[in-house]
């Protein structure tokens, strides 16, 4: 949920990158119910490789995943799309809908949980995934829906939602929320699903990750389960594995 989250990643990135220019921000309008999101891009705005759209967690920078992205942009050959979560989380973090910091003081399970705000993200992020559809800039069967801890979770939800079915998901760090709509959903599931999660998450759940792992599984999706002996992080593992599932679309 924070900068830490990455900082393994970072560092790989300072040193894969070199002096690649970092695209400005930019901000997408979309249909006038949803909120414009200001996106980060990595990588051509079209073209043929496939596009991740790669959310951060809360609480996190509206920039956290960029160093993340660039490393996938290099390394799968993959064009990256990272938007900002549109609720301010002071001092310096964005969130896709509230959450109760007494609620990260331990481990929890957020299935039960219809978060308030959550179908205003889901909306937002649809907006833009069809924004980017009609200018030319993706395709649905080239699409990747990706993010960390809340991030992941948007991921999953959107790309249960979304009347077009993408390539994959990708969930780090997240696990189920609203779960009985998603179950009632998973007929909908990408055909391939990447899930990494630390036995030891002091945030969320290790539990509750291998329940929603099952639930694609009983869809029919081929699920790449990549759990690792730490907490609620991206280490270096969790990446070349990541690398390689994405690398497999091409």
């Known amino acids: 949920m924070t900068r830490t989250a990455i900082l393994a990643a970072a560092s790989i990135a300072l040193a894969a990158c070199g002096g690649e220019r970092r695209a400005e921000p930019a901000r997408l309008e979309s249909q006038p119910s949803a909120r414009a999101l200001t996106v980060?891009?990595?990588?051509?705005?079209?073209?043929?490789?496939?596009?991740?759209?790669?959310?951060?967690g809360w609480g996190a920078p509206g920039d956290d995943l960029v160093a993340l992205g660039r490393i996938l942009h290099q390394r799968a050959g993959v064009r990256v799309l990272l938007p900002e979560a549109p609720l301010e989380?002071?001092?310096?973090?964005?969130?896709?809908?509230?959450?109760?910091?007494?609620?990260?003081?331990?481990?929890?399970?957020?299935?039960g949980e219809t978060p308030a705000g959550m179908a205003e993200a889901r909306r937002d992020v649809i907006a833009l995934l069809d924004a980017e559809r009609a200018r030319g800039g993706l395709t649905p069967s080239r699409t990747v829906l990706a993010g960390f801890s809340q991030g992941a979770m948007l991921a999953a939800d959107v790309a249960l939602?979304?009347?077009?079915?993408?390539?994959?998901?990708?969930?780090m760090?997240?696990?189920?929320?609203?779960?009985?709509?998603?179950?009632?959903?998973?007929?909908?599931?990408?055909?391939?699903?990447?899930?990494?999660?630390?036995?030891r998450d002091a945030l969320l759940r290790f539990d509750a990750a291998e329940r929603l792992r099952q639930h694609f599984e009983g869809a029919?999706?081929?699920?790449?389960?990549?759990?690792?002996?730490?907490?609620?992080?991206?280490?270096d593992g969790v990446l070349e594995r990541l690398v390689g599932f994405l690398r497999g679309l091409s």
């Not at 003081?105 to 957020?110: I, L």
């Not at 081929?222 to 730490?230: I, L």
């Open 173 to 199: 760090s997240g696990g189920p929320v609203d779960e009985a709509r998603w179950r009632a959903r998973m007929d909908r599931a990408p055909p391939r699903v990447f899930q990494s999660h630390g036995r």
């Open 40 to 56: 980060h891009r990595v990588g051509a705005e079209t073209g043929d490789a496939p596009l991740v759209v790669l959310m951060h």
């Open 161 to 171: 939602e979304w009347e077009h079915r993408p390539a994959g998901l990708v969930m």
């Open 220 to 235: 029919g999706a081929d699920v790449t389960f990549v759990e690792f002996d730490g907490g609620h992080t991206i280490p």
């Open 89 to 111: 989380r002071p001092p310096t973090g964005r969130a896709w809908w509230p959450i109760d910091p007494e609620g990260l003081r331990r481990p929890s399970d957020r299935g």
